[in-house]
């Protein structure tokens, strides 16, 4: 019998399409949450929505079922689903916390698009739109039609705040964090690894700490993973910070450290961040913020 790719190909297809169908219409995801923590304190702040597809199922990672998803073009009913099973578990969740949660700006553009679906779900859930962040990813950066920006006014018309994910893996990161001046930039993965012996890293890192604080942007390192790591960041007034240190991404979510555990000591304090520090210790000093 002869081989041939496109019958593979095709065969292929058809088990994706079976079971994407298989998990949509039997709602057949897992929201995670992972933890973000206050490097300063040490207290958790929030979480950032995640979704897997069903244990040992073809399309378990997010890759490979946002992937099927885009080839049979269903992304739009696919992450309409994770944010209904994210924000229904959410709500189960201790009550005042934040939630990151994942919105691809593109899908604004589709016919398809329901407006105002997030803020009728939050509504009905008992959620404040306060306590809920819409996280844009530079995988979708702003472009000529303005697709990004239109997300931007249509969630901020609403009283979502904004973050955008993944800085420093695209292009136009600075570009999107001047046009679109979000309340929380998070700075991608591959900066924070092995920042403690990358003086390069640093100084980057350090750059965009020094501009958060200029516009009052609430700056968020992704993949923290070693103590040397929370620490250097710690000494860059790093304000947030989310990785497998810090917890991992859980249907029942908890911080992996406790709260004595994540703060720095006063020595690792940096700039006016120690200066606070000290004045809240020393006597008489308890107005000296400069």
Request: charged content about 20%.
């Amino acid at each position: 019998m002869q081989y041939r790719p496109s019958q593979h190909y095709a065969a292929q297809q058809a088990v994706e399409r079976q079971t994407l169908e298989r998990i949509l219409t039997q709602r057949q995801l897992v929201p995670h949450f992972q933890p973000i923590m206050d490097l300063r304190n040490g207290t958790l702040i929030g979480y950032e929505a995640l979704i897997r597809g069903p244990a040992g199922s073809l399309l378990q990672s997010p890759a490979a079922l946002f992937g099927a998803a885009i080839r049979q073009g269903r992304q739009l009913e696919l992450e309409l689903l994770c944010r209904t099973l994210s924000l229904q578990q959410f709500a189960a969740l201790p009550a005042g916390s934040t939630l990151f949660l994942n919105v691809t700006a593109s899908l604004l553009s589709s016919p398809d698009h329901q407006r105002g679906f997030t803020a009728d779900l939050l509504q009905q859930l008992g959620i404040p739109v306060e306590n809920i962040v819409i996280e844009l990813s530079e995988q979708h950066p702003f472009d000529q039609h303005g697709l990004t920006r239109a997300a931007v006014d249509h969630y901020r018309s609403m009283g979502f705040r904004i973050a955008i994910d993944d800085l420093g893996t695209g292009y136009s990161g600075l570009k999107l964090w001047s046009e679109l001046q979000p309340e929380f930039v998070k700075i991608d993965r591959h900066f924070i690894h092995g920042i403690s012996n990358d003086p390069v890293k640093r100084e980057f890192v350090r750059s965009i700490s020094q501009i958060g604080r200029s516009l009052g942007c609430h700056v968020l390192a992704e993949g923290i993973e070693q103590l040397d790591e929370l620490r250097t960041l710690q000494t860059m007034d790093i304000e947030l910070g989310q990785g497998y240190l810090l917890g991992r991404p859980e249907a029942r979510p908890a911080p992996l450290l406790s709260p004595r555990q994540i703060r720095p000591a006063l020595h690792l304090r940096s700039g006016r961040a120690a200066r606070r520090a000290l004045a809240a210790l020393l006597p008489g000093t308890q107005g000296y913020s400069r």
